[in-house]
């Protein structure tokens, strides 16, 4: 496995997401697909803005408002010298 499916493994099992992707219904296939082929990050020198869509309505979120969406403790840091 190499390029861009490799990394996206390697950082859900990171985060303890091995089975994000491992998705039966084809309705959430699709919207899975959406978010993630829609999603990026803008860095500017006061925030950072984390865009995407998801059915078919673009959102716009800070980090901060995307990761408290994701669920993360936000006392977490992602260290990846210390990953499982």
Same mark, same amino acid.
């Given at each position: 496995?190499?390029?861009?499916?490799?990394?996206?493994?390697?950082? !859900?099992?990171?985060?303890?997401?091995?089975?994000?992707?491992?998705?039966?219904?084809?309705?959430?296939?699709? %919207?899975?697909?959406?978010?993630?082929?829609? %999603? &990026?990050?803008?860095? &500017?020198?006061?925030? &950072?803005?984390?865009?995407?869509?998801?059915?078919?309505?673009? !959102?716009?979120?800070? %980090?901060?408002?995307?990761?408290?969406?994701?669920? !993360?403790?936000?006392?977490?840091?992602?260290?990846?010298?210390?990953?499982?």
């Amino acid at each position: 496995m190499t390029g861009l499916l490799q990394d996206m493994n390697q950082a !859900f099992t990171a985060v303890g997401w091995e089975n994000f992707a491992d998705i039966i219904e084809p309705g959430l296939q699709l %919207l899975t697909m959406e978010f993630l082929m829609t %999603l &990026t990050v803008e860095e &500017t020198s006061t925030e &950072t803005k984390v865009y995407f869509r998801f059915f078919n309505e673009q !959102f716009e979120m800070t %980090l901060q408002q995307f990761s408290v969406a994701l669920g !993360f403790n936000k006392r977490y840091i992602l260290d990846p010298q210390h990953t499982c």
